[in-house]
Antibody
């Protein structure tokens, strides 16, 4: 079973950049890889997806502040979100996407990132 | 890209059925068969329950079923069990390799 694990700072100051990494047990060419977040007590919000080929798709509401990259040799992909505010406080999940079903079928356990001074 | 609308809560007694709605627009739920449902227990990652409106991944009990009509998708949990108490989220493909999630529904087993 494929496993994903998020890592990165749990506290980020306002106006700074939030950066997280997802380590994948099997980083396969047959899937896409993405980030989804969940503010405490609220719903899920898709952030960004990246195909193995390098093609990237963004949530339009976050596109200007988001970047995603991957290091396939190390089985990991990363996300950065610039100019963060308290509204970016959330549990951030990385997930594997299935392009046959257009669904995120395997998720990491998530990591809570708090934006506060 | 607005969140899909779900009722905040739903409940049922053990053995009963509960149905959760998920309302979108002509740009997401109404346009594609790629509607999925996730179950999330407190402090846990979401788990895929349903994909392509009504298909279940291996290992998901057939007590969980999905359907869609127009702009509204639905998840029905039949034969409610205590372990079904969780948050449920819908999601839809929204074109251009983008996705939108629902507002979430908390299911309580009475």
């Amino acid at each position: 079973q494929v496993q994903l694990q998020e890592s990165g700072p749990t506290l980020v100051k306002p106006s700074e950049t939030l950066s997280l990494t997802c380590t994948v047990s099997v980083y396969s060419i047959n899937y896409f890889w993405g980030w989804i977040r969940q503010p405490p007590g609220k719903g899920l919000e898709w952030i960004v997806s990246r195909y193995y080929s390098g093609t990237i798709f963004y949530n339009p509401s976050l596109e200007s502040r988001v970047s995603i990259s991957a290091d396939t040799s190390k089985n990991l992909f990363s996300v950065s979100l610039t100019s963060v505010t308290a509204a970016d406080t959330a549990i951030y999940y990385c997930a594997r996407g299935n392009s046959d079903w257009y669904v995120f079928d395997i998720w990491g356990r998530g990591t809570l990132v708090t934006v506060s001074s | 890209q607005s969140a899909l609308t779900q009722p905040p809560s739903a409940s049922g007694s053990p053995g009963q059925s509960v149905t959760i709605s998920c309302t979108g627009t002509s740009s997401d739920v109404g346009a594609y068969v790629y509607v999925s449902w996730y179950q999330q227990h407190p402090g846990k990652a979401p788990k895929l329950l349903i994909f392509e409106v009504s298909k279940r991944p291996s290992g998901v009990p057939d007590r969980f079923s999905g359907s869609k009509s127009g702009y509204t998708a639905s998840l029905t949990v039949s034969g409610l069990q205590s372990e079904d108490e969780a948050d449920y989220f819908c999601s839809s493909y929204a074109g251009g390799n983008t996705f939108v999630f629902g507002t979430g529904t908390k299911v309580t087993v009475l």
